[in-house]
């Protein structure tokens, strides 16, 4: 199932960027999503890790808070960047990932990247150390609600 949910995924992509639907062209699409899905089992890449599809339906809640969060972080920076007395305090912090793969991780260092405010420095195993422009943002990081949305949307909680 998985592999016909990659070549499904490849061919809608192609469309998408491609633009071009001729009856020749469409079919070509359809070939090489084929081709390279067959490349990527004989290659053995074509894992749980490479198409991930049972993380569907935790991608359509995750995403979206994901997107609110960045939206209200940014709003937040440019208070601060616009106050006149650009009231910062850089913080470094450690955060543990409670995640229990590396893309789960590396899902959760990404998405601290993406906040405006915070940037992940450096992981360590399942420890992140974390520059935050503000105390609050670390603070924020350690009370652990962005944790725990990506190990919902990860599938462990």
């Known amino acids: 199932m998985r592999h016909f949910s990659l070549a499904g995924f490849l061919f809608a992509f192609w469309l998408v960027l491609s633009g071009h639907y001729t009856l020749m062209l469409v079919v070509a699409g359809g070939a090489s999503a084929v081709l390279c899905v067959l ?12 198409h991930p599809i049972e993380l569907l339906w935790g991608a359509v809640t995750y995403f979206p808070w994901l997107l609110r969060e960045i ?16 009231p910062i305090s850089p913080t470094m912090t450690v955060v543990r990932a409670s995640q229990r793969t590396s893309a789960g991780v590396a899902t959760y260092a ?6 405006p405010g915070t940037i992940t ?7 992140l150390v974390v520059h935050a422009l503000v105390n609050e943002g670390a603070l924020d990081l350690e009370g652990g ?6 190990s919902q949307f990860e599938g462990a909680a």
């Open 39 to 50: 490349a990527m089992i004989r290659i053995r890449v074509a894992d749980a890790e490479a």
């Open 121 to 127: 420095v450096g992981v360590n195993g399942n420890e």
């Open 145 to 150: 609600a962005m944790d725990r949305r990506v």
């Open 71 to 86: 939206a209200k972080s940014a709003w937040a920076v440019t208070k601060i960047i616009l106050h006149p007395s650009l």
């Open 110 to 115: 990404n998405s601290i990247t993406l906040t």
